[in-house]
């Protein structure tokens, strides 16, 4: 997932969140343009347009060049990270446990 979310990139850009997110076309939402507005999730939905998973994988391929120029991530990323220091032997634990059961 790109950290830009689609949503945000729609604002910047100034679409319309109707036609962008799929939820009405132009016969629903009037507008002075002379294409379709209406922006489907892949581009093999619609002719010559791209869709948003294009939009996705250009924004995450962006920020991967970003990231080899600058080194280091323009914002933080969601990911998982594991403290070796807060494990305790198992024999602790039992002692934690015996002495919570019993009072010991």
């Known amino acids: 997932m790109p950290l830009l979310p689609l949503d945000i990139w729609r ?7 109707w036609l962008f997110w799929g939820l009405a076309d132009n016969s629903v939402i009037k507008d002075n ?6 922006l489907r999730e892949y581009s093999w939905q619609g002719s010559d347009t791209a ?10 391929r962006a920020e991967e060049k970003l990231f080899s120029y600058l080194g ?4 933080p990323r969601a990911g998982r990270r594991v403290r070796d ?8 634990w039992l002692g934690i446990l015996d002495f919570v059961l019993n009072g010991r």
Do not use: F, H, K, W
Not at 11 to 17: A, C, R
Not at 33 to 38: E, I, K, P, T, V
Not at 51 to 60: K, M, S
Not at 72 to 75: D, E, F, K, L, V
């Open 11 to 17: 604002q910047e850009i100034g679409l319309n969140p």
């Open 33 to 38: 343009s002379s294409c379709s507005g209406l």
């Open 51 to 60: 869709g948003r998973d294009d939009l996705r994988r250009a924004t995450l």
């Open 72 to 75: 280091y991530r323009n914002a």
């Open 85 to 92: 220091m807060n494990l305790l032997p198992l024999y602790t």
